[in-house]
């Protein structure tokens, strides 16, 4: 089985979903049965490629390193915007990762609707369009019987939607809390060593964990969108990150740590979703925690979530030090579960 793609964004996740399908690519073919192949690749500003037949990734990849962009690839380079992309090419999986806009969710839920009209599958780790509007995105995609998957877009590549989804039937979901911010809680983890909030950051732009503006992880529009997107998804929620009662680590002092630490506690920024008078509220904020917590030892990039459920009490996750291969592999991981839907229809 041939499956095409097209990508939508072509950053560090792009990139590694890239060089993971050619790494991976004589697994797929022996074991499952199937050649992946990329037929387009939309940017916003380093140009485009387009092509009848398997674009050379390795070549696209050297290329944006040594041009910057994706104009010298050849013959098969074009200047389309994302929508000329789908209309043009013959995919059957439109793959999103174009930035985070967590305001509005732009224009990745255009991309991705204008592809779900269009009879194609979506993918997206871009948590924005998840935490703005999944209800009418997945709608859409059941009226045009297509696909919608999103594992990448919490927890990197931690199999938290496809868990529940495959393997708790049945259950209700009462409560989701995490550490789902990993520059917020890797800059914790320095204050309580003793370093300044400011130090802190400089760090995580130094090692690359967060951009040269870090204000939706300081200020927790990243978290807020994170939980936001699993309310939606596993509580049926309705809310957008705008909801969220929102407080961000923004104005913390190493002696804040200090104190904690005296009283035996820590200080972790802690999103949590639950019903409360029949609605379900959604929050981020500074918590106190003792030993006893499942995020007690969830220090540095890592990241946790604890799903409470009716029928299998509290089941918690943890993933440590993630690094960007782990979404990459959120994106093959989807693609496989599309595959198996497509071949159960077949």
């Known amino acids: 089985m041939i499956l095409r793609v097209a990508l939508i964004g072509f950053g560090n996740v792009g990139q590694e979903f ?3 399908l050619m790494r991976k690519r004589d697994w797929l073919v022996s074991s499952k049965g199937l050649d992946i192949e990329v037929r387009g690749i ?3 500003s380093k140009g485009a490629l387009i092509s009848q037949r398997d674009i050379d990734l390795q070549k696209a990849l050297d290329v944006l390193e040594s041009h910057g962009n ?6 098969e380079s074009v200047e389309m915007t994302p929508f000329e992309m789908i209309d043009n090419c013959d995919a059957d999986v439109v793959v999103e990762i174009s930035p985070l806009n967590v305001s509005t969710g732009q224009p990745a839920i255009d991309h991705i609707s204008y592809a779900l009209q269009s009879k194609m599958h979506v993918i997206t780790a871009n948590k924005g369009p998840i935490a703005l509007a999944y209800d009418q995105l997945e ?20 199999p938290v939607f496809n868990l529940v989804e495959k393997t708790m039937q049945g259950c209700e979901i009462l409560r989701i809390e995490g550490i789902l911010n990993s520059t917020s809680n890797y800059v914790m983890t320095e204050m309580a060593k003793g370093r300044s909030l400011e130090d802190a950051v400089k760090e995580t732009q130094r090692k690359g964990i967060t951009e ?3 204000s939706l992880d300081l200020d927790g ?8 997107a699993l309310a939606n998804v596993l509580m049926n929620a309705g809310s957008t990150p705008q909801k969220v009662d929102r407080k961000g680590i923004r104005g913390l002092k190493s002696e804040d740590f200090e104190i904690a630490a005296r009283n035996g506690k820590k200080l972790k920024l802690v999103a949590r979703a639950e019903m409360a008078d029949s ?3 959604t929050s981020v904020a500074v918590e106190e925690i003792t030993t006893d917590s499942p995020f ?3 220090d540095g990039t890592s990241g946790a979530v604890t799903i409470s459920t009716d029928l299998m009490g509290d089941i918690t996750i943890l993933e440590t030090n993630p690094q960007v291969t782990q979404t990459a592999y959120a994106i093959l991981s989807d693609l496989l579960l599309i595959v198996e839907w497509m071949r159960s229809n077949e």
């Open 42 to 44: 939309a940017t916003r």
């Open 18 to 20: 890239a060089r993971l």
């Open 221 to 228: 529009w990243d978290a807020a969108a994170k939980i936001t």
């Open 212 to 214: 040269a503006d870090p």
């Open 139 to 158: 709608s859409l995609a059941k009226s045009r019987d297509d696909k919608l998957r999103f594992e990448g877009t919490v927890m990197d590549g931690t």
């Open 70 to 75: 994706l104009r010298e690839y050849g013959d």
């Open 279 to 281: 609605e379900i509220r």
């Open 296 to 298: 007690w030892s969830v």
